[in-house]
T-cell receptor, first 109, second 115 residues
Framework: GDSVTQMEGPVTLSEEAFLTINCTYT??????LFWYVQYPGEGLQLLLK?????DKGSNKGFEATYRKETTSFHLEKGSVQVSDSAVYFC????????FGTGTSLTVIP | EAGVAQSPRYKIIEKRQSVAFWCNPI?????LYWYQQILGQGPKLLIQ????????DSQLPKDRFSAERLKGVDSTLKIQPAKLEDSAVYLC?????????????FGPGTRLTVL
């Protein structure tokens, strides 16, 4: 069945460091791919999405490219801020949603 | 546009007690989901509704969990009787249509602690 595998955390970075969170997926069809973010005490919020191969989703300085050949959707940001501290979830959607286990990011000043 | 509403935000009960959670999705969203998120894990789908019909409840522990969406708007998830392993955050989400390209909008969740 479909599934999402995410890089395990926790990840701790200094402010302005480069961020990569790896995400790979398994799907039988042509899913849409998403990154959701969960700030402390809040619900999940969509960060970015890509609906077909080679699409790049971007938002708030974060980017991820839908790579069909490597079945990946890695999240990147060039310069993280303290306010980016949160848990990040990779997800795919075909007939239903499948979420990864989440990667906790802490950015220290 | 109002978001997905859930209540209560927190609930503490003893094992073998019953509990109910309520969700009101975004107006006009036909599809509603309930997820269970155990600490340190990603959300796990419990049940999906399309209007007032069940689309997928394959992962719902039907011996103790039940859910309904009688008028195709708000929904209730019930646990009876609760077990210790039911301690989790219960998330409700809605989507405007079933298209795979559409994002889900999540409520703030209900944090359940079973003692």
């Amino acid at each position: 069945g479909d599934s999402v595998t995410q890089m395990e955390g926790p990840v701790t970075l200094s402010e302005e460091a480069f961020l990569t969170i790896n995400c790979t997926y398994t799907a039988t069809g042509y899913p849409s791919l998403f990154w959701y973010v969960q700030y402390p005490g809040e619900g999940l919020q969509l960060l970015l999405k890509a609906t077909k191969a080679d699409d790049k989703g971007s938002n708030k300085g974060f980017e991820a490219t839908y790579r069909k050949e490597t079945t990946s959707f890695h999240l990147e940001k060039g310069s993280v801020q303290v306010s980016d501290s949160a848990v990040y979830f990779c997800a795919l959607s075909d007939s239903q949603f499948y979420f990864g286990t989440g990667t906790s990011l802490t950015v220290i000043p | 546009e109002a978001g997905v509403a859930q209540s209560p935000r927190y609930k503490i009960i003893e094992k073998r007690q019953s509990v109910a959670f309520w969700c009101n999705p975004i107006s006009g969203h036909a599809t509603l989901y309930w997820y269970q998120q155990i600490l340190g894990q990603g959300p796990k789908l419990l049940i999906q509704f399309q209007n007032n019909g069940v689309v997928d409840d394959s992962q719902l522990p039907k011996d103790r969990f039940s859910a309904e969406r009688l008028k195709g708007v708000d929904s209730t998830l019930k646990i009876q009787p609760a077990k210790l392993e039911d301690s989790a955050v219960y998330l409700c989400a809605s989507i405007s249509s079933g298209g795979s390209y559409n994002e889900q909008f999540f409520g703030p969740g209900t944090r359940l602690t079973v003692l």
